[in-house]
T-cell receptor, first 113, second 110 residues
Framework: EAGVTQFPSHSVIEKGQTVTLRCDPI?????LYWYRRVMGKEIKFLLH????????ESGMPNNRFLAERTGGTYSTLKVQPAELEDSGVYFC???????????FGSGTRLTVV | RKEVEQDPGPFNVPEGATVAFNCTYS??????FFWYRQDCRKEPKLLMS???SGNEDGRFTAQLNRASQYISLLIRDSKLSDSATYLC???????????FGDGTTLTVKP
């Protein structure tokens, strides 16, 4: 089966610009998660979708971040306007039930300059 | 105190060695537990779930002690290919968010 796909793999943008990350989960996986790893820190939770609904968005750092999952398939994470501290690797993961671990995508490495 | 704490490492061991990693978690209501492996500049990959009764997958054995709130991973007969960062992961609810430890880096040398 196809894995979790993320696009783009790398993005370099200037402070103040907008970037949109995309995640295509494994087909049939209702649970979709966004995580982020900033330099030198642990991987941290951003939010969790069940189908198209936001189940938990407690990890979203501020209102510059907007996640959507229209139709319950792929998801986008928009950062607008980007700040320097947003640099890091953004991982998407999906799962069927959530209690058996996730499958992660290969991540988007975002650099804000 | 962090919610999930791991041995700081790094661990440098010769091929064939046995190595053990420990992890503690703060929330006694935690539901599910995992070990992930992450290679340099790659995504985390699920290594194994951790069950209360303990579980084994080949050379890997995971243990959970709910009373003491710690999880362990034992790797026997280490291979060069085991070199990676091992992440301890705890879920507060079965399908909800995961909390990751900082990871412990293992290097297996010839």
């Amino acid at each position: 089966e196809a894995g979790v796909t993320q696009f783009p793999s790398h993005s370099v943008i200037e402070k103040g610009q907008t970037v949109t990350l995309r995640c295509d989960p494994i087909s049939g996986h209702d649970n979709l998660y966004w995580y982020r790893r900033v330099m030198g820190k642990e991987i941290k939770f951003l939010l969790h979708f069940v189908k198209e609904s936001k189940q938990d968005e407690s990890g979203m750092p501020n209102n510059r971040f907007l996640a959507e999952r229209t139709g319950g398939t792929y998801s986008t994470l928009k950062v607008q306007p980007a700040e320097l501290e947003d640099s890091g690797v953004y991982f998407c993961a999906s799962s069927l039930t959530g209690d058996r671990g996730y499958t992660f995508g290969s991540g988007t490495r975002l650099t804000v300059v | 105190r962090k919610e999930v704490e791991q041995d700081p490492g790094p661990f440098n061991v010769p091929e064939g060695a046995t190595v053990a990693f420990n992890c503690t978690y703060s929330n006694s209501a935690s539901q599910s537990f995992f070990w992930y492996r992450q290679d340099c500049r790659k995504e985390p990959k699920l290594l194994m779930s951790v069950y209360s009764s303990g579980n084994e997958d080949g050379r890997f054995t995971a243990q959970l002690n709910r009373a003491s709130q710690y999880i362990s991973l034992l790797i026997r007969d280490s291979k060069l290919s085991d070199s990676a960062t091992y992440l301890c992961v705890v879920n507060w609810s079965n399908a909800g968010k995961s909390t990751f430890g900082d990871g412990t880096t293992l290097t297996v040398k010839p």
